[in-house]
């Protein structure tokens, strides 16, 4: 009896020992689970493109990641994924991308990004990647899809990858190039572009804060950059002038503002000029149907690309004529750098 009696008692304090660590186990079970959800979100959204260590740097100051949306579709020419997280008491945007290698789904696209008249505000990226910050912020890249041959009008395909960062603190740190490119050479592959796949630039190299312009330069130390044609092109009274660099020289679009001392880039007294590659530059640099009054236009790898200036009427020493000329020396810049021809000036 006393061993049975031993026996019960043993029993019953391994029953509660076993019961005690079911329960630690489950308790630690419900603490690792969100970060177990972590992990396997990030593995598995944008088709597991997505490097772990940026992904946690641009979620910044937010809890668990809490969505992970992919879709695709090879026969319309689209793929695009997103991440959220839990951030600020609700689901909070990480990343998210949208490709297309369809004509119409990049028009569209572009003609948000460049509505006015095209004069939209937009900011480069470094000279290597083939696309630009727009003004909502959305990075915009448009890569040439050699498996993808031409499209019913014998113009090469191109693939247009539109992405964007959520928070705007994270906006301006070095993951995003490491989030956003991979990104990119992921929708590539997924589409069949067949595209070279692109680098993520070297060092702390930040994006571009759509917040802030960058800092102009005296006209006479613009040699050199991707607006080195303003440092040769006879800008009447040039040691007045800055120039603010908008552009490179792999981007669908670009900028070169030229500012006046003292003024700023909102006084209207400054002369802008764009550059817009591809055939669907054509419908945004019309108003109405019109064309806007002084342009030079060109063919550049099999399809149009425009420019033109904007400028008021009113800037001393540099009249219609002026303006001519030095559009004429940004053009021409454009077309040798991009290996173009045909250049022809309108207006």
């Not at 740097?57 to 959220?84: I, K, M, N, W």
């Not at 303006?323 to 053009?331: E, N, S, Y």
Request: hydrophobic share 40%; proline share 6%.
């Amino acid at each position: 009896m006393e061993r049975l009696r031993y026996g019960g008692v043993s029993m019953r304090r391994w029953m509660k020992a076993a019961v005690a660590a079911v329960a630690v186990l489950g308790l630690g079970g419900w603490i690792a689970a969100p970060y177990v959800k972590d992990r396997w979100l990030v593995r598995t959204a944008c088709d597991g493109a997505l490097p772990a260590g940026a992904v946690r740097q641009l979620a910044v100051g937010g809890g668990h990641f809490t969505e992970a949306d992919t879709t695709s579709h090879p026969r319309l020419g689209d793929y695009g994924c997103s991440l959220h997280f839990e951030g600020r008491g609700e689901h909070t945007l990480v990343v998210r991308m949208a490709a297309y290698v369809r004509r119409d789904d990049q028009d569209s696209a572009f003609l948000a990004a460049f509505p006015q008249e095209a004069f939209a505000a937009l900011h480069p990226l470094p000279r290597h990647l083939p696309g630009f910050v727009d003004s909502f912020g959305d990075f915009q890249f448009l890569l040439h899809c050699p498996d993808l041959g031409k499209d019913a009008e014998g113009r090469p395909r191109r693939l247009l990858v539109s992405a964007v960062v959520g928070d705007a603190t994270a906006r301006t740190s070095h993951a995003v190039y490491e989030t956003v490119i991979p990104l990119v050479n992921s929708a590539s592959t997924r589409l069949g572009c067949g595209a070279e796949p692109l680098k993520v630039p070297k060092g702390d190299v930040a994006p571009p804060d759509r917040e802030k312009e960058p800092k102009p330069l005296p006209v006479r130390e613009a040699a050199g950059t991707a607006c080195g044609w303003v440092a040769g092109a006879r800008l009447p009274q040039a040691a007045r002038w800055q120039v603010r660099i908008l552009m490179n020289d792999a981007a669908p679009a670009g900028r070169c503002d030229l500012i006046r001392g003292g003024e700023t880039s909102e006084s209207g007294k400054n002369l802008d000029f764009a550059a817009w590659y591809g055939d669907w530059s054509n419908r945004v640099v019309s108003y109405d149907g019109v064309r806007r009054p002084l342009m030079a236009t060109a063919r550049c790898a099999g399809e149009a690309a425009n420019f033109a200036v904007s400028a008021p009427k009113d800037i001393p020493g540099v009249g219609r004529e002026e303006q001519r000329g030095l559009l004429r020396a940004f053009a021409r810049d454009q077309v040798e750098r991009r290996g173009c021809f045909g250049l022809r000036l309108t207006g």
